[in-house]
């Protein structure tokens, strides 16, 4: 037997849901690490855009008091008197030319002091290159912010217009560190937790394919087991999920292959000896025909005649068993619609010369209407095999009643003899292969032991049903009970 191949490592289930489990994890780590940040950003962007923009709308409407140009003295005052409600590192105005009025910039305090706005001199006169300061001279609000670094860096602009005249341009600039420093917080946090969720991740997920893998590991050891011929092995598996409930069908399969299996022993070694029986027997004959120097014609004749008789038995066996591996093996076929009272004059017509050598009468007490779904060699085997042994195992004298009636969506076919009848401890093995009530009687009457076999398994095929009673006061009645052939439906059957 071949052995099993050992799966390495990495094509295995346990690493394949190991790493199906880390690559999801690290999937949503990654939006964790990336969705919180840009969705922080934005908002910090956006806050500064409303505050910065707004500050320069005010500014610039601060400076447009009049239809007089603005001059660097009073742009230096205004500016002045609202530096307090700016929070711009460093405040510029500039005229409609781009040249810089005043410029303030803020500079932190040493040794802890609080910072200041410091007025430079040194761009005072200068042009203003920057893109913000042209494109409010032409009359838009603008604003820019990067991040780098761990710093935003915003830029706003607004033009100082006085009755659509446009008289200069408010330049805000912030260096904003403090929100820098919470955004790359946020960050740190987020891969502190990042790392231990990737460790926790890690590990459970090594424990959790391994428990998973684990049990599917029980399963794959007892189908090995069970390969080997062990069909009583068994296996356990915990819980409740699909595993569980696999391992469950598993036994369930395994039960019935045990059962095939002692049935398909059981099957070999009944026909084995009942083959073996007529061989010797056949075997025995030859041996004293050979072995006799003078046998006179009579004598070997009724030797001849037991060989043949022999042979016959040995014929009517295998006939038998090519019946049941036919209709173990053979797939369904479409049945047809059978009048059963038909099918049962014909075997009433072959089994009269029989009926007639034993002396026993025949009765039918057929119905007409009584059509099943069913192809009409498998009815005749039915009907032939009941009726066959009603009359073999009969009395000299005895009676046969073969009755067959249509009710609803059923056709009732029973068969009752006046016979010996079959003791109660033996009905319910009735239908075994082989099996027989009294052996010698039955070889005597040319029985197999596989007719009811036969019986039991067509009926089976077409949804019917059979059974077995004692009939009072003496002999035996079978009951086949078949569903109706209907002619809108087809099997009339009850699904």
């Known amino acids: 037997m071949p052995q099993s191949k050992k799966v390495p490592f990495w094509r295995s289930l346990q690493a394949k849901f190991a790493l199906t489990y880390i690559v999801i994890v690290a999937a949503a780590l990654a939006l964790l690490n990336t969705y919180p940040v840009m969705v922080s950003q934005d908002l910090a962007y956006r806050s500064k855009e409303t505050s910065m923009t707004n500050q320069a709308s005010i500014l610039a409407s601060a400076l447009a008091t009049g239809p007089e140009a603005l001059t660097a003295e009073g742009a230096a005052r205004t ?9 711009g590192a460093r405040v510029v105005v500039t005229d409609p030319s781009g040249l810089v009025l005043c410029d303030f910039q803020w500079e932190d305090g040493g040794g802890g002091d609080a910072g200041q706005y410091i007025q430079r001199t040194d ?26 670094d761990g710093v935003f860096r915003s830029r706003a602009a607004a033009p100082v217009t006085y009755r659509s005249m446009t008289q200069g341009a408010v330049y ?20 502190s937790i990042s790392v231990v969720i990737c460790l926790v991740t890690l590990v459970m997920g090594v424990v959790f394919s391994k428990a998973l893998t684990r049990r599917i590991a029980l399963l794959l050891d007892a189908i090995r087991t069970v390969r080997e011929g062990e069909y009583s092995h068994r296996v ?3 819980g409740g999920d699909e595993l569980s409930r696999l391992a469950d069908e598993f036994n369930e399969l395994t039960g019935r292959l045990q059962t095939t299996e002692e049935v398909r022993r059981r099957f070999v070694s009944d026909a084995s000896h009942e083959l073996k029986t007529p061989l010797a027997s056949i075997r025995l004959l030859t041996d ?3 072995q006799a120097d003078h046998m006179d014609s009579d004598t070997a004749r009724e030797f001849l005649t037991d060989i043949g008789d022999e042979a016959e038995r040995l014929t009517r066996i295998t006939e038998k068993l090519l019946t049941l591996t036919r209709l173990d093996t053979a797939r369904t076929v479409e049945a047809a619609p059978v009048d059963v009272g038909v099918v049962v004059e014909r075997v009433e017509h072959m089994l009269s010369p029989l009926a007639q050598a034993v002396e026993v009468t025949l009765e039918l007490d057929l119905r007409p209407g009584c059509v099943i779904p069913a192809t009409e060699d498998e009815l005749y085997q039915v009907a032939f095999n009941l009726m066959e042994n009603a009359v073999k195992y009969n009395l000299p004298g005895g009676r046969v009643f073969v009755t067959l009636r249509g009710s609803g969506s059923r056709v009732y ?32 009457a040319g029985g197999t032991g596989l007719g009811l076999s036969i019986v039991w398994d067509t009926v089976r095929r077409y949804g019917g049903t059979v059974t077995v009673r ?6 035996t009645c079978f009951e086949v009970i078949f569903p109706r052939w209907s002619e809108e439906g087809g099997d009339s059957h009850e699904k």
Request: aromatic content about 10%.
């Open 288 to 290: 004293s025909i050979l």
């Open 236 to 238: 356990s598996v915990k």
């Open 123 to 148: 761009t005072v006169g200068q042009y203003a290159l920057f893109w913000e300061l042209v494109t409010a001279l032409r009359g838009n609000i603008v604003f820019r912010s990067d991040y780098d």
């Open 470 to 475: 004692r009939r009072e006061p003496e002999g």
């Open 413 to 444: 076919l029973r068969v009752e003899d006046t016979g010996v009848g079959i003791p109660e401890e033996d009905l319910p093995k009735i239908f075994d292969r082989f099996y027989r009530v009294d052996k010698a009687r039955s070889r005597a």
């Open 79 to 87: 500016v002045e008197l609202l530096l307090g409600s700016l929070g």
């Open 172 to 191: 805000l600039y912030e260096c904003d560190a403090e929100q820098g420093a919470l955004l790359q917080g946020i960050q740190s946090n987020l891969r």
